[in-house]
């Protein structure tokens, strides 16, 4: 398995700009989401899907976008990156909510971003 | 507001000393605990988790923590790391509210290093 992929590695975009930053894995998983790190402030969740056609916010969402066509992908779109968007971004997934919460989560590799 | 909270953002030690990691969160009812682990270049990776159970838990590389439901903490320890612990270490709590359990939440990350 190679578990979950995102590409590219290395972005450098303009202010302005839009782009796709792609994300798949090949595990089955239902729940997949996307993660910004930035120093000092962890990972915060920007969209998140349980499955096939559903997506979600989490908690910084503005000037993204996604969607969830198959299972194994799940995009995440800059409409018109900003230089406030500049960041490593890293894609996860897992299986779904249980009874018992949300399980382990597989990280990506991250994709780090600089908007000039 | 509900939060996670990472005492130490920056913690340098020698080989063979011994690492406490403190995390606190402010959800007051049932929680999912995990420590995630960023070696440098890589993607993260689960340590340890915490669902239920006996609540000193151990994980890889020889990491436990102890989830003390009281003082609302989940700390890692280590008794005699090495430098290849040298990374950025993540707490992060999914929390169960009335009736659904919500996303998961990273606290903003320890970066240890350890010198030889």
Not at chain 1, 1 to 29: E, I, R, W, Y
Not at chain 1, 71 to 91: G, I, N
Not at chain 2, 29 to 43: D, M, S
């Amino acid at each position: 398995n190679a578990g979950v992929t995102q590409t590219p590695k290395f972005q450098v975009l303009k202010t302005g700009q839009s782009m796709t930053l792609q994300c798949a894995q090949d595990m089955n998983h239902e729940y997949m989401s996307w993660y910004r790190q930035d120093p000092g402030m962890g990972l915060r969740l920007i969209h998140y899907s349980v499955g096939a056609g559903i997506t979600d916010q989490g908690e910084v969402p503005n000037g993204y976008n996604v969607s969830r066509s198959t299972t194994e992908d799940f995009p995440l779109r800059l409409l018109s990156a900003a230089p406030s968007q500049t960041s490593v971004y890293f894609c996860a997934s897992s299986k779904t909510f249980q009874r018992g919460g949300l399980p382990e989560q597989f990280f990506g590799p991250g994709t780090r971003l600089t908007v000039l | 507001a509900q939060s996670v909270s990472q005492h130490n953002h920056h913690v340098i030690l020698s080989e063979a000393a011994s690492l406490e990691l403190g995390c606190n969160y402010s959800y007051g009812g049932t929680v999912n605990l995990f420590w995630y682990v960023q070696y440098p270049g890589q993607h993260l990776q689960l340590l340890l988790k915490y669902f239920s159970g006996d609540p000193l838990v151990k994980g890889i590389k020889g990491f436990e923590a102890e989830f003390i439901k009281s003082k609302f903490s989940f700390n890692l320890r280590k008794p005699s790391v090495q430098w290849s612990d040298t990374a950025e270490y993540f707490c992060a709590v999914n929390a169960k509210t009335t009736d659904s359990w919500g996303k998961l939440q990273f606290g903003a990350g320890t970066q240890v290093v350890v010198t030889p």
